[in-house]
């Protein structure tokens, strides 16, 4: 079966924010509890592409968010 450009895109995502939450990112001590189940759900959803609920689909795009915003800020 082939997979589309988006389904692989959208798989791609959530492995990215499962590694994301796995190694990279700093969580209050209140969210660091959470994280590694939070990064083992989001890579075993990974495989259902974009048939994903729009709730998950925002959660991976927002912790990318800031990983993929390559802005450099005001610079002098």
């Known amino acids: 079966m082939k997979k589309t450009k988006q389904y692989q895109k959208v798989t791609n995502d959530f492995k990215q924010a499962a590694g994301l939450l796995r ?3 700093v ?9 590694f189940a939070l990064a083992d759900f989001i890579e075993a959803q990974a495989s ?3 048939a ?6 925002k959660v991976v795009d927002g912790l990318l968010a800031t990983e993929n915003d390559l802005s450099i800020g005001d610079q002098k």
């Open 27 to 35: 969580w209050s001590d209140d969210f660091d509890s959470i994280r």
């Open 48 to 50: 259902s592409g974009a």
């Open 52 to 57: 994903n609920s729009k709730a998950l689909l």
């Open 23 to 25: 190694h990279d990112l």
